[in-house]
C-alpha cells in the first residue's frame, strides 16, 4: 500500500478525542479528565467532539453521531490529530457510513488501539492514510498520576520527531494490576510496577518488511470485507486483548479459535514476521499454552516470531506507525522501525 503520511504533531497543536465505540469515557469521567490535562501539560489543546463523553448502553453514542464526530474532526482544519477515548467491540457498526473521501482529503493523525483497528484497517484500505496503533485517553494518558514515560516516548518517536523512531527497546517495567475505576482507586495511587523480562523469539530469522496487524477479535470482524488490508509479505502484530469478564484475559480457547479463522486464510502462510503483544493479563502458566498454539499455526515457516511487545493491551505501550518499515532479527534480539512516523 502507498499510504499518506500525515503531518507531525507539535506542541501547541490542538488534538480532538472522539468515542468511536465504547462509552466508557462517559462513564470513568475522571478518567477523561485526567487524560486532557495531561494533554495539556504536555503542550497540545484540546477538544472533545459532541459524543465523546456520552453512554449509550454498550456504545458511547448513536451510529450517526460516532460517524458525525469522526467527520467533524477530520474536517476541522485546526485539529492536527484525533485521539480515540478507548476502545470497545462496536467500531464496525461505523464503516458503511464513513465518508473515506473526506478523510482522505483531510489526513491528519489518528491514534488508539483494541477496538480502533477496526478503523486503522478501514481508513488504510478506503483512504489510503497512515494511522497510529497506540494510547488512547483514558486508558493511557489518563494513567495516575501521569502517562507511563516509556508509553510517551514511542508516542512523542512515532508522531512528534521527524528522524526515524529505530530500535523499539522492550520496557524495563510493566504492569497489569487493576485499580478500581468506579471506586476510583486509581487516583489513589500509582499502579505497581514488576520488571519485565523482556523479548522472547518464537521463532528465530531476520526480516524487513512493511508493519501491520491490530487486536483480536477486531481483526476478524473484518475478513472478507471490503476493508480487509491483505497482509500478504508483511510483518504482522497481534494484540491479545481482555476477556468478556472484567480483569480476565481472553481465554486461550477463543485465542485459537481466532487464529484458526486467520489460518483459514492462509494469514500465517502469507505474512513474513509476527509479533505478539504482552497479552492481557494471561498468567505465566498459559503463557507456554499460548506459545504451542502459535507453535500449530506456523509449523514450516521460517520467519522470526517475537513474544512480549509493549503493543496494545500492555502498560506501557509503544505507538505503531502502520504499514511502516520495520526489521526484526532474532539473532540481534532486534525489533526496529526503520523509518519515520510522520511527515515534517
Not at 470485507?225 to 476477556?243: M, Q, S
Not at 505474512?271 to 497479552?279: N, S, T, Y
Request: hydrophobic share 40%; aromatic share 10%; with cysteine.
Amino acid at each position: 500500500m502507498k499510504l499518506t503520511i500525515p503531518q507531525r504533531l507539535s506542541v501547541g497543536d490542538k488534538i480532538g478525542i472522539i468515542s468511536p465505540s465504547s462509552g466508557l469515557a462517559g462513564v470513568f469521567t475522571h478518567r477523561a479528565e485526567n487524560g486532557r490535562k495531561m494533554l495539556e501539560r504536555l503542550g497540545f489543546k484540546v477538544v472533545f467532539a459532541k459524543g465523546s463523553l456520552e453512554v449509550d448502553g454498550y456504545v458511547s453514542a448513536s451510529v450517526e453521531e460516532r460517524v458525525r464526530d469522526i467527520h467533524r474532526m477530520f474536517s476541522d482544519k485546526t485539529i492536527s490529530a484525533i485521539i480515540c477515548s478507548v476502545g470497545g467491540d462496536h467500531s464496525n457498526q461505523l464503516l458503511k457510513y464513513l465518508d473515506f473521501e473526506l478523510i482522505k482529503k483531510n489526513p491528519k493523525i489518528f491514534i488508539g488501539y483494541s477496538d480502533i483497528t477496526i478503523l486503522h484497517y478501514a481508513i488504510a484500505k478506503k483512504a489510503m492514510l497512515r494511522t497510529y496503533y497506540g494510547p488512547c485517553l483514558i486508558t493511557e494518558f489518563g494513567e495516575f498520576p501521569r502517562i507511563l514515560p516509556y508509553t510517551l516516548e514511542y508516542f512523542r518517536k512515532a508522531v512528534m520527531d521527524e528522524k526515524p523512531i529505530g530500535e523499539i527497546k522492550a520496557s524495563e517495567t510493566w504492569t497489569d494490576e487493576i485499580l478500581d475505576w468506579s471506586k476510583k482507586l486509581d487516583l489513589k495511587r500509582p499502579r505497581r510496577l514488576l520488571k519485565n523480562p523482556g523479548y522472547e523469539w518464537w521463532g528465530n530469522g531476520a526480516v524487513e518488511a512493511s508493519l501491520f496487524g491490530g487486536a483480536i477479535p477486531s481483526i476478524n470482524h473484518l475478513a472478507g470485507t471490503p476493508y480487509w488490508v491483505d497482509p500478504k509479505d508483511k510483518v504482522f502484530f497481534i494484540d491479545l486483548p481482555e476477556g468478556h469478564q472484567f480483569g480476565e484475559p481472553l481465554p486461550l480457547s477463543s485465542v485459537d479459535s481466532y487464529l484458526s479463522d486467520l489460518d483459514n486464510l492462509d494469514f500465517f502462510k502469507d505474512i513474513k514476521g509476527l509479533i505478539i503483544g504482552r497479552p492481557y493479563r494471561l498468567k505465566a502458566r498459559d503463557i507456554s499454552a499460548l506459545k504451542s498454539i502459535i507453535k500449530k499455526y506456523t509449523r514450516g515457516t521460517t520467519y522470526p516470531i517475537l513474544f512480549n511487545a509493549n503493543i496494545g493491551h500492555a502498560s506501557p505501550i509503544i505507538t505503531i506507525p502502520l504499514d511502516s518499515k520495520i526489521r526484526l532479527d532474532s539473532k540481534k534480539n532486534l525489533f526496529e522501525l526503520l523509518e519515520g512516523g510522520v511527515r515534517v
